[in-house]
């Protein structure tokens, strides 16, 4: 009997397709979400309770506690086994003028449509994307390819932060040749607004001109329901051995929330992409169904 618990409206969506929804090569929303939750049960008999945010977990007794999206209602849901799979969500960083009108972030398919119904509203031709990891550059690539004209900022001195420096120098070489220019070495300091809308991003060098703002800075593990667990975690992500185990025997661990480890190094290691938790999740049900596989990392 599988009970999945989950605070959005969506679930199993392709995050990585969210700037291609934005530049329209995936043109329709439906071609985000892999599954429905109607779908799913239907195609596994899982349970899935959409609008359902776990706050609480009691490993003595082996509970987790939920309150209802809509409702403040609390219910407690026992458990055998116990599986996190509560992924990430964007770093917020705290700076003046985030709330600001067009400004986002981009994790949901909400946040895709909104996006994309902001730039075919009209009147955006200037874009800052903070952020030049996958999905920020990704995102800049799909606003140009809508005729907006972006420009990439990160306080590292490349983009792609852990690439070597001879492959960053490629990549944004190939940027400038498609119009996108980077800086690259700059702090943000905050978002400034008129007309109710943001106009410019403030940063340690000079201000940048944008009608509209995408912040990409980064993402960070969903775990902090689980403060006071003793559940052990490193840099917020839950530790979990070669049979995707937590520190709990019965309670397992994947995607964006978890650790894995390196294959070659064998040392642990955040690997917060769709590929990993695929594969984590699939030997993790096979284990907590009796067998014995390890992820080889």
């Known amino acids: 009997e599988v009970t999945i ?4 409206k969506d679930i199993s969506y392709a ?11 995936i043109p329709d929303r439906s071609g985000l979400v892999v599954n429905t939750p109607e779908k799913f049960q239907d195609l596994t008999g899982a349970q899935v309770c959409t609008g359902m945010e776990v706050t609480k977990v009691n490993r003595a007794e082996k509970t ?24 990430a969500s964007p770093i917020r ?17 909400d946040d895709a449509v909104a996006l994309r119904d902001a730039v075919e509203a009209g009147g955006i031709k200037k874009a800052v994307v903070v952020g030049g990891g996958f999905i920020g550059l990704e995102i800049a690539e799909n ?29 944004e070489g190939k940027l400038a040749d ?9 702090r943000v300091t905050g978002l400034e607004g008129e007309d109710g809308a943001v106009r410019r991003v403030l940063t340690d060098r000079r201000a940048y001109k944008a009608e509209l703002v995408v912040l990409s800075a980064g993402i960070r593990p969903n775990t902090a329901f689980l403060a006071g667990t003793g559940l052990e975690m490193e840099k917020g992500a839950l530790c979990t051995d070669a049979y995707g185990r937590t520190n709990d025997p019965d309670i397992y661990a994947a995607g964006d929330c978890a650790m894995v480890h390196n294959v070659v190094t064998g040392e642990p290691a955040w690997s917060p992409m769709g590929s990993t938790a695929n594969i984590s999740g699939r030997i993790m049900a096979q284990n907590i169904m009796g067998q014995e596989r390890k992820y080889r990392g």
């Not at 618990?5 to 959005?8: H, M, R, S």
């Not at 003046?96 to 994790?107: A, I, S, Y």
């Open 5 to 8: 618990l989950t605070k959005g």
């Open 15 to 25: 995050g990585c397709g969210l700037p291609y929804y934005v530049g329209k090569v």
């Open 64 to 87: 987790v506690e939920a309150v209802c999206t809509d409702t403040g209602e609390t219910s407690v849901w026992p458990y055998d086994k116990l599986v996190i799979a509560s992924g």
């Open 93 to 109: 960083p705290d700076l003046p003028g985030l709330d600001l009108p067009q400004v986002f972030f981009m994790r949901t398919p």
């Open 143 to 171: 606003l140009a390819k809508d005729g907006v004209k972006p420009i990439v900022l990160d306080m590292a001195p490349h983009v792609l932060p852990g690439f070597d420096e001879e492959f960053a120098n490629y990549i």
């Open 178 to 186: 498609a119009g996108i220019p980077v800086a690259t070495g700059v």
